[in-house]
C-alpha cells in the first residue's frame, strides 16, 4: 500500500514557476514507476509526466515538453514536478500516481489526492 499526497501547487503569472512534491508513504517506494496528471475544470484527466523505478527514464506529455521536469528521491520517498515557463493553459488540478510500470494512460495503482496549479495571464 502507498498512500502519495502531493504539495506546492497555488497561484503563479504566466512565465513563472512551480516546484510539485510528492511525498509517498511505506518502504516499497523504489519499487513504483511514477506519474504525474492534471486535470482542468471541465476537462478529463491527462497525462503530464513519468518516470520509471530508477529515475532512468523519464516521459512527457507533448504539451510540456522543454517546460517541465520530472524527478525523483528514492532516499526520501519524493516525486518532484519542476514547471517552468507556465501558462494559463496549465491551469488544474495536479495529481502523482504510483504504479508497476510507466505508462501514460491511467493505469496507476494509487493515486494522490491532488494539489490546484493556477497560472493567471
Known amino acids: 500500500q502507498v498512500q502519495l499526497v502531493e504539495s506546492g501547487g497555488g497561484l503563479v503569472q504566466a512565465g513563472g514557476s512551480l516546484r510539485l512534491s510528492c511525498a509517498a508513504s511505506g518502504r516499497t517506494f523504489s519499487r513504483y514507476a511514477m506519474g504525474w496528471f492534471r486535470q482542468a475544470l471541465g476537462k478529463e484527466r491527462e497525462f503530464v509526466a513519468a518516470i520509471s523505478w530508477s529515475g532512468g527514464s523519464t516521459f512527457y506529455a507533448d504539451s510540456v515538453k522543454g517546460r517541465f521536469a520530472i524527478s525523483r528521491n528514492n532516499a526520501g520517498n519524493t516525486v518532484y514536478l519542476q514547471m517552468n515557463s507556465l501558462k494559463p493553459e496549465d491551469t488544474a488540478v495536479y495529481y502523482c500516481?504510483?504504479?508497476?510500470?510507466?505508462?501514460?494512460?491511467?493505469?496507476?495503482?494509487?493515486w494522490g489526492q491532488g494539489t490546484q496549479v493556477t497560472v493567471s495571464s
Open positions: 500516481a504510483a504504479g508497476p510500470g510507466v505508462t501514460t494512460d491511467l493505469g496507476y495503482n494509487y
